[in-house]
């Protein structure tokens, strides 16, 4: 299991205060006044155990929670410890009741959110990309269609100088050299996307394969997490894996375009995402169930996703100490979140998220 880690020291003062019987009526204001500040010190030392927000779930979001958690903690003194162990091991952990939230690339449907006791909401949004490893191709210049894409993740496509890959690559001087393919081997919110697409895209992928944040690999090699898949790929020469956009950026993979539904070849980018995005409507009655895969839309990024915060729903006040950050966050992270390859959440979005809050007595 990978941790990434936001705490600091939390040192707690412990008061022993002497206790003394005696008639002296002076003796008994003393030890009232005593008792006073000892449960002061208390409840004082119960606010300060408050000073951590625990969390656990999808590596997808990790790099844009850590950069706000930092802010956060140097703005309010309140740290998040996140743990970025895939969206499957954050479901879990709430479900247990062992987090303050957990976190998940895969939105659950309102049924499982009422077995569970638990409320949803988006936090940010973002692409999932085909990355590659093939010597002399660069970032953006490889060409992929939902069919070619389908049948590398199947094995039906296995060298990299395929007719159907240099049918939309002419200009590209394709290796004859066997493609390794590279997936997630962790429960994952990130593969949840992924095969969610696939299985939209090809009848063949959702027949056999399916969708989900496991699923039985035809083919290839798994790696633990983003942080896995961007370093096997790294590494592989000839092999071609999928991780959020942000973890291409940071280990200079070369990602592909992807052919989207207006027929169009696109790039990652927060412009794809942003339109992808456009089209989704959360309902806050399904407590913003959505899978934003295929969007329409001319710039479309056709695997793009939110990530999602799960509360469990008898913790008002560690909610609202969670909310507290999402909040600032919403209100303070979003040229962070730019920068980092993310998209903010729409006013709109976030006013929905707010007023979701305040129905179910959550608001920080």
């Known amino acids: 299991m990978k941790k990434f ?10 008061i022993t205060l002497p206790l003394t019987s005696c008639d002296n009526k002076k003796e008994e204001t003393k030890e009232q006044k005593q008792t006073s500040q000892s449960n002061e010190a208390q409840k004082q030392g119960e606010k300060s155990q408050r000073k951590v927000i625990n969390g656990a779930g999808a590596t997808f979001p990790y790099p844009v929670y850590s950069a706000w958690a930092s802010k956060y903690y140097e703005e309010t003194g309140v740290k998040l410890n996140y743990q970025s162990i895939g969206s499957g091991g954050g479901i879990r952990q709430i479900k247990n009741r ?6 998940s690339d895969a939105p659950l449907p309102p049924e499982k959110l009422e077995k569970y006791k638990l409320y949803q909401y988006p936090a940010i949004i973002g692409g999932v990309v085909p990355v590659v490893n ?35 690559n002419p200009d590209i001087n394709l290796p004859h050299e066997k493609i390794t393919v590279v997936h997630r081997s962790d429960g994952s919110g990130t593969t949840a996307i992924f095969t969610t697409y696939l299985a939209k895209v090809c009848p063949e992928w959702n027949e056999n394969v399916g969708a989900g944040k496991a699923v039985k690999w035809p083919v290839g090699i ?3 997490g983003n942080e896995g898949v961007a370093n096997y790929v790294k590494k592989t020469k000839y092999s071609i894996g999928y991780v959020e956009f942000a973890y291409a950026k940071q280990n200079n993979l070369p990602y592909t375009k992807l052919k989207n ?7 990652p980018s927060i412009e794809t995402f942003k339109d992808a995005g456009a089209s989704a409507d959360f309902d806050t009655n399904k407590h913003f169930y959505l899978w934003m895969v295929n969007a329409p839309g001319e710039k479309a990024w056709p695997i793009a996703g939110a990530s999602f915060i799960l509360l469990a729903r008898e913790k008002t006040e560690a909610n609202k100490l969670v909310n507290s950050f999402y909040k600032w966050s919403f209100e303070n992270g979003d040229k962070i979140a730019e920068k980092l390859d993310y998209v903010p959440l729409p ?3 976030k006013e929905k998220i707010y007023k979701y809050w305040e129905e179910k007595g959550i608001s920080p």
């Open 222 to 224: 798994g790696g633990k």
């Open 347 to 349: 006013k709109e979005l």
């Open 98 to 103: 062992t987090v303050d939230f957990g976190a």
């Open 261 to 267: 539904k207006a027929g169009n070849f696109v790039e």
């Open 5 to 14: 880690v936001f705490t600091g020291i939390i040192t707690l003062a412990t």
């Open 134 to 168: 093939i010597p002399n191709i660069e970032a953006g210049q490889l060409k992929l269609d939902s069919q070619t894409l389908c049948n590398i993740f199947l094995g039906k496509i296995k060298y990299w100088d395929n007719k159907s890959l240099k049918a939309i």
